[in-house]
Structures are given as C-alpha cells and as structure tokens.
C-alpha cells in the first residue's frame, strides 16, 4: 500500500504553513476588496492533481503491466520485492503506478498546498493590496539585489574564493555557485526574472499616475520632479535598475536572455498602454536604460564570453532532454509517477555516467557530525559497490557490450580496478572497526572525516571521549612512516583532538608496512597496524 512520505525537516512546516495561509485567504470572513476565485488556475490544476493520485492507487503487478508496461519492465529491473511478487504470482502484493510512491506524495503535497497558497492570496489581495505588494517586492528585491552584487564584487578577484551564502553558510552541494541568499546563481536569476516585471510596471504606473494633470511645459516638469511622487518615482526607479544589474551579474545565460525578453515584452506593453507621448517615451527610454545599464555595468565581454560557451554545454543539457523524451515516450498516459525523474534515470540515463548518483544518503557525512540529518557538510555517492560497478563500466559500455566489443569493456575495467578496489577495502576498514576489531575498545559513530583541504578514511569516537583516526591503503607499496606522519597532522589540523580525551591512530595496509614503522609501533601504544582483514575479523 502506499503511504505518505515521512519526510523530516522543514518541508512538512512550510506545506503547511502554505495551506494555512492559503486557507485563510480564502474563506477569512468580512474582508472587503476580495476579488473572485480564480477558478481556470483551479481547473488548470486538477487534471495534474488527479493524475498524481491515479499513480497511487495500489495494483497487482498484472494489472501494472497491463496499464503501463514501461512501469512493469521497470519494477522488475529496479524492485526486487516486485520482480519477485511478478514472477511467483503473489496474491497480496500491491504496486501503485508510480515507480517512486514517496516521491509522488512529496510531489502532491507541494501542488496542494502551494497551489492553495496562490489562490488563496490571490483572493485575498485587493487593488490597494497589490500596490502595497508590489512596492514591498521591490524593496526586498533591492535588499536582495544589493547582497548579490557585493558577495559578487568580493569573488570577484579571487582566485581562490570560499563561496558561501551570506559568506558564512556553507552549502551542502560544495560544486554549485552560490549568489547573494541562494545556493545557486541560476536560481537567483529566476527569483529576480520574477520580481523585475512587477517592479516595472509599478514604476511605469507611477510615471503614468505622477504626471497626471501636469502640463506639457520644461517648467512643470521640472517642478514636478520635485515633487513626493517624482521622489518615489526616482526611487523605485534606482531600485529596478539595481535589480536588473544584479540578475546580469549572475552571468546565467536562461537568467540574462529572459531577463532582455521581459524588457522588451515590458517595452511593447507600455507602448500599448501609455496614452500619452510623453509618458510613454519616459516608459520607453527608462525600460532601455535598465538594458544598456544592466549588461553595460557587468560587462559587455563578460556575457559574451559567458553566451560564447553556450554551444559545449548545450550538448550535455541535449543529452540528458533526449533522455527525458525517451521517458516521456516509454510512459506517454500516465508517467512514472511525478517527481520520479531521478529515480527513472536509474535505467533510462544513456550518457553522462560519472553525474548520475543512484542514492543519496544524509548520513554519508563526517563521522564528527553529531546531527547528520542536519550536516551542511554531506556528499552524495552510489552506497552499493555493485551498482557503483555496474554503472562506472557495464551501463557506461552498454553499447560495446552489445556489439560483443567486450575486450574493450574489460581494458577499461582492469585499469579502474585498483580505485574500486581501494574504495571498497576504505569500507571493510570501517567494517572492522565497527565490529570491534582493534581490541575490547569498542568505537562508534564510525566513518570518513573530511574538509577542504584534509580527508582520513576512518574516524571514529570511543563512550569514554577517545579518539580513532585511521587511513587505509590499497597500494602494492608498504606503508611507512610518512603515512603516519601525515595522519597525525591532520589530526591537529582538524581540532578533533582537542576535546579527546586520547587519541589512537589506526594504518590499514594491503601490502604490509616498512621495518622502520614495525619498529616504531613496538613502542608505541597509540598505534594499531592491520595488513590483513579475515571474514573472522568483519563479524560482529
């Protein structure tokens, strides 16, 4: 049966809270000003809504094939629980449409109460409302703007810069490009493509209503410019002008080419609407100074340069829409279920291997962190060694294989065999550490330790405050000393021992160690050598 998603964190608060404010909106009694429901976003909405819940529905894994074959041929390759109740014929067991359920409830609880958010405030707003809205937008889109463009200016000559949001909030994913309060530049860019209409048109409004009864005279003009009207005009003016220059700064290239096409659709709008000349031809100059300001002040060869590389990435992106179309064909009525894509890519991904993670896990982060769940500090990688096989070299040579080009499948196996090796030796490491395997001190919290610049395979905590730093080493060399020199400045490096009560330093070698280290670790009783892991040792 499919159930709801338990899904921890802030996300189950702000559905909420969405729905709350939506509701209120909505049905608040005495509010005067309210405008209709907005009933063809409502229809618009529902088919969505309706097809998301017909992918819940339970079925047996012959009704699935028979609806939806691309589902069953997908369950059979992806759920072992279903491949088996497919193949034996069992009775009780029920599969909805969807190929990732939980996904699927995620994905309705956000239509449902976002969507409820949007009519309800829709709703809600009247005339002086919106004015009161739009002004506020503007302000916090300057506010937002300005922090973009200074955390801009400070990376700006940088060679090496920390990017960090606010500049002290480090981001979980540390690839992407964190622009003013967001993680990703791109997403910046979208948020201010999304406040600069509405903080145009409130400043072509303004010009329309300020100069309203004033004569076509340079004397009342220039009187007028001293007027609040005018003031705020000038403001709101500065305001869209920060605004734009700070969306072009992101050098996204979606982000700059809507942002050029908004101001010409603004500009067409404002020649239909703008009765005076006058007015207009203000509206009009104003709309092309926030375009020549905008790209001008971020430089001209910079946007060329960002636009110039255009073509390379559009080959990557094509590869992953080409995907998307084949999905799109292989589940043409009903889907794989919304908010599935990811999971779906699992089978039907068909280049750019090394991107593609199957399994992200919140407690694949340092082993100091005492709240994984909550570890800005976290990475994703592929957990079963298996899969990580399979999609490094079998999905990836999928087509040599095929043309029983194996030879060549296997050239590139035997040449990557040593790094898989030594990533799952690092995990039997920690296995063996975990299942008591360096004495009676017994370890938790067992992991890998990193941050930029330092990195231990094995770290672990004893209930008594001490501390386990390890590295484990695949290589056809013995391990010296260095190694362990190297071990314990990291140590100290990374301020671990510092609340230790002790410290003990652990060296995993496939080849063994030099005599100058044996020697060493006699008298020394900080230190654990291990050359061999026996299937004794790995039980717990």
Request: net charge positive; glycine share 8%.
């Amino acid at each position: 049966m499919p159930s709801a998603p338990t899904t921890t964190g802030p996300t189950p608060l702000l559905f909420w809270a969405s729905a709350a404010i939506g509701a209120l909106g909505l049905w608040s009694p005495g509010a005067r000003g309210r405008r209709p429901v907005a009933w063809a976003f409502v229809i618009a909405l529902l088919p969505i809504a309706f097809v998301g819940l017909v992918q819940l529905i339970p079925l047996a894994p012959a009704t699935v094939a028979t609806i939806s074959p691309a589902t069953d041929q997908f369950l059979r390759e992806y759920d072992v629980a279903y491949q088996f109740a497919a193949t034996t014929g069992a009775a009780d067991y029920r599969h909805p449409l969807s190929i990732k359920p939980a996904g699927t409830w995620l994905a309705l609880a956000a239509l449902g109460s976002l969507g409820l958010l949007l009519v309800g405030t829709a709703r809600a707003l009247g005339h002086r409302s919106l004015r009161t809205l739009a002004s506020g937008l503007v302000f916090v889109g300057f506010l937002v703007a300005l922090v973009g463009i200074v955390q801009s200016g400070l990376y700006m000559h940088d060679p090496n810069p920390t990017l960090k949001v606010y500049g002290f909030w480090e981001t979980i994913n540390k690839d992407t490009y964190p622009f003013g309060p967001f993680v990703n530049r791109n997403h910046f860019a979208g948020w201010m493509l999304l406040a600069l209409p509405v903080a145009i048109a409130y400043f072509c409004a303004l010009v329309a209503r300020g100069m309203r009864g004033v004569r076509p005279t340079f004397r009342d003009r220039l009187l007028w410019f001293s007027s609040s009207e005018a003031s705020r005009v000038i403001l709101v003016g500065l305001a869209v002008l920060v605004m734009g220059l700070s969306l072009v700064l992101t050098l996204s290239r979606s982000g700059t080419s809507c942002f050029l096409l908004a101001l010409a659709i603004s500009g067409w709008f404002v020649i239909r609407r703008q009765a005076a000349g006058s007015r207009r031809h203000i509206s009009l100059a104003y709309v092309a100074t926030v375009a020549v300001f905008s790209v001008g002040w971020a430089g001209l060869d910079a946007v060329m340069e960002r636009f110039s590389n255009a073509p390379t990435d559009f080959w990557s992106r094509f590869e992953v829409w080409k995907d998307a179309w084949t999905m799109f064909l292989a589940f043409p009525w009903l889907g794989s279920g919304l908010n599935t894509f990811g999971t779906a890519t699992v089978l039907y991904q068909s280049s750019l291997f090394q991107t593609h993670h199957v399994e992200a896990h919140n407690d694949y982060v340092p082993a100091s962190e005492h709240d994984p769940d909550k570890s800005k500090r976290g990475r994703y990688r592929i957990a079963d060694p298996f899969v990580r096989f399979w999609f490094r070299h079998v999905r990836r040579g999928w087509n040599r294989l095929e043309t029983g080009q194996v030879d060549g499948v296997l050239r590139d196996v035997e040449a990557d065999l040593d790094r898989l090796a030594a990533a799952a030796y690092e995990d039997l490491c920690r296995q063996l550490v975990e299942a008591g395997g360096l004495g009676p001190r017994r370890w938790s919290r067992v992991g890998r330790w990193w941050n930029r610049s330092d990195e231990m395979d094995v770290v672990g905590f004893a209930d008594d405050g001490g501390l386990l730093a390890g590295e484990a080493k695949w290589s056809s060399r013995p391990v010296g000393v260095n190694v362990l020199d190297e071990l314990r400045a990291k140590v100290e490096r990374s301020g671990l021992a510092a609340n230790a009560r002790d410290v003990t330093f652990a060296l995993f070698s496939r080849s063994g160690f030099t005599a100058a280290l044996l020697t060493s670790s006699r008298a020394r009783k900080d230190l654990v050598l291990v050359e061999r892991l026996t299937p004794k040792s790995l039980r717990e």
